[in-house]
């Protein structure tokens, strides 16, 4: 079993819809959780990290269920620009080591 | 957020040659560099975790004699890619993170193209 694992997609949904991601993760015992975004031919870049609280950054809402051990990554009002690949994240301590482990990524088209 | 350059952007080489790929955390003192590969279409694959001063740790099925990485500071670390051959051309990603937990910040990533 994957450490991190997302459903790849794609996600094709119309400007202005409402989508959510999913991410499950093995380790219960794991620390920190991340959202990425990365564009096509492009770094990753850091779209928020999740809190066992939750957060919110504008239209985007990160929620953590730790029993379930899965992440949700919430888009509402869906832009063309938020057209990407979205990629989980998680810190995990394993066998003496602090790693990150990445999902394979979802990708989201919004369409006009 | 925090700035992770990586240079060259892109780099083109004749089959045989070396190329070495520098990562720098520009306003953090990184405890932690990664280093990935991602072919095209495909997702970011770790090759090895680089901790400042100590050896890499590679991942399964990475020749740690082909691809050296050194990590001297905590603001630098470097992959060298060694007698490159066309299949070693990928997109090459630095990551590097401040502490253990931490999120991770990307370098711009560098394309390797071998002729």
């Known amino acids: 079993r994957k450490e991190v694992e997302q459903d790849p997609g794609p996600f094709n949904v119309p400007e202005g819809a409402t989508v959510a991601f999913n991410c499950t993760y093995s380790?219960?015992?794991?620390?920190?959780f991340f959202w990425y975004r990365q564009d096509c031919r492009k770094e990753p870049k850091l779209l928020m990290s999740?809190?066992?609280s939750g957060n919110e950054d504008g239209r985007f809402t990160a929620q953590l269920n730790r029993a379930s051990q899965y992440i949700s990554l919430l888009i509402r009002d869906s832009k063309l620009s938020d057209s990407a690949t979205y990629l989980c994240v998680v810190n995990m301590v394993q066998t003496g080591a602090n790693n990150l482990f990445f999902g394979t990524g979802t990708r989201l088209t919004v369409i006009p | 957020g925090a700035v992770v350059s990586q240079h060259p952007s892109w780099v083109i080489c004749k089959s045989g040659t070396s190329v070495k790929i520098e990562c720098r955390s520009l306003?953090?003192?990184?405890?932690?560099m990664f280093w990935y590969r991602q072919f095209p279409k495909q997702s970011l694959m770790l090759m090895a975790t680089?901790?400042?001063?100590?050896?890499?740790?590679?991942e399964q099925g990475v020749e740690k004699d082909k691809f050296l990485i050194n990590h001297a500071s905590l603001t630098l670390s470097t992959l060298t890619v060694t007698s490159a051959h066309p299949e070693d051309s990928s997109f090459y990603i630095c990551?590097?993170?401040?502490?253990?937990?931490?999120?991770?910040?990307f370098g711009q990533g560098t394309r390797l193209t071998v002729v």
């Open positions: 990551s590097a993170r401040e502490r253990p937990g931490a999120e991770a910040f």
């Open positions: 306003d953090f003192q990184a405890t932690t």
């Open positions: 999740v809190y066992s």
């Open positions: 680089s901790n400042e001063g100590s050896k890499a740790t590679y």
């Open positions: 380790n219960s015992a794991s620390q920190s």
